[in-house]
């Protein structure tokens, strides 16, 4: 087999390309049953952080509580008989009981090869951030022109869903609203402090989603070549985007929501996360070969900047 060749395949970009993909997955979870529900679904994570760490997060582990994501809220009624206006989940939280035998029929746990898929995300995600960091304490002469760290860095808020995954492996594969198609829930309400402590935590939530991913653009713009703008611009609009779209989805949930999908908001978040992942598909092609960085300008040209990684 010619060297080059070779070279390709221990390159580390399509390894670490490869690695992230079970995190994005994992993140876009979903009951439905069609293959393009599943990946719309994916792609609605991907173009909104808020999504995937909400339901990481804030919904909770057990099976009662992703069961209650996916049920619309016109299964649930008060006490007094009124519909409720939102699903009782995150800062609209109530507490009620779930038929046990239904819940059984649309969750189940994990298999040992989807945890290990998972622990193989996390750990080059988590490699992937060390590497970029390590990156910052190296001279700019040492330094090769490599960026594959940042993929796995802007990725790295998938981790605490492909946690949940390894530790709790409760997951869901049946639509709970089939399986209750025919039951109406009875809700209770939870109490002030409860419930302002679920403020905070969501608003938390929205707060990581929204800020973690820059931490990417900080990490780009010091490490060498340092004051790469073009680097940094790119780096940028993905970090934009997912900025964006968590605050809007933060917004939509604060002002509660009657299904787990607004078809007007599931579109758009579905249509960045194609745009993100055909930016992260680029971004990898471009830390491999840095020299078409000035397809968007002559400016970008790095080629003397620093030394190229063999």
């Not at 409720?84 to 507490?95: F, K, V």
């Not at 490699?127 to 990156?135: E, H, L, N, T």
């Not at 109490?191 to 929204?210: D, Q, R």
Request: proline share 6%.
């Amino acid at each position: 087999m010619p060297e080059s060749w070779i070279h390709i395949l221990l390159n580390p970009i399509p390894q670490y390309v490869l690695g992230v993909f079970p995190g994005i997955a994992i993140n876009g979870d979903t009951p439905m049953e069609k293959l393009t529900m599943k990946l719309g679904w994916v792609l609605r994570c991907l173009g909104c952080p808020f999504t995937g760490i909400f339901y990481a997060c804030n919904v909770g582990t057990d099976k009662v509580a992703i069961c209650t994501y996916w049920i619309s809220s016109d299964k649930f009624i008060q006490q007094d008989g009124q519909n409720l206006s939102s699903r009782p989940i995150g800062t609209h939280t109530m507490t009620f009981d779930l038929d046990k035998d239904r819940i059984r029929q649309c969750t189940g746990r994990a298999s040992v090869l989807d945890r290990m898929s998972s622990i193989v995300s996390v750990y080059f995600i988590v490699v992937g951030v060390i590497s970029g960091i390590s990156k910052l304490h190296k001279p700019p002469n040492e330094e090769p022109c490599e960026d594959w760290p940042y993929i796995p860095m802007l990725l790295f808020w998938t981790v605490p869903a492909t946690i949940k995954r390894i530790f709790w492996g409760n997951l869901i594969f049946k639509d709970p609203n089939e399986i209750f198609e025919d039951n109406v829930i009875t809700v209770q309400d939870i109490g002030p402090i409860k419930k302002n402590h679920l403020i905070v935590t969501v608003t938390l939530t929205a707060f990581v989603s929204i800020v973690l991913p820059w931490l990417t653009v900080f990490l780009a713009y010091y490490t060498p070549p340092i004051g790469y703008l073009c680097r940094s611009k790119y780096l940028t609009t993905v970090c934009a985007i997912w900025s964006f779209n968590s605050l809007i989805a933060y917004i939509v949930h604060l002002k509660g929501e009657r299904h787990v999908s607004d078809r007007f908001f599931h579109v758009w978040f579905s249509i960045c996360g194609f745009v993100v992942a055909f930016l992260l598909l680029a971004l990898g092609i471009l830390a491999e070969f840095s020299e078409l960085w000035t397809v968007f300008s002559s400016s970008c040209d790095i080629s003397s900047s620093c030394t190229r990684g063999v």
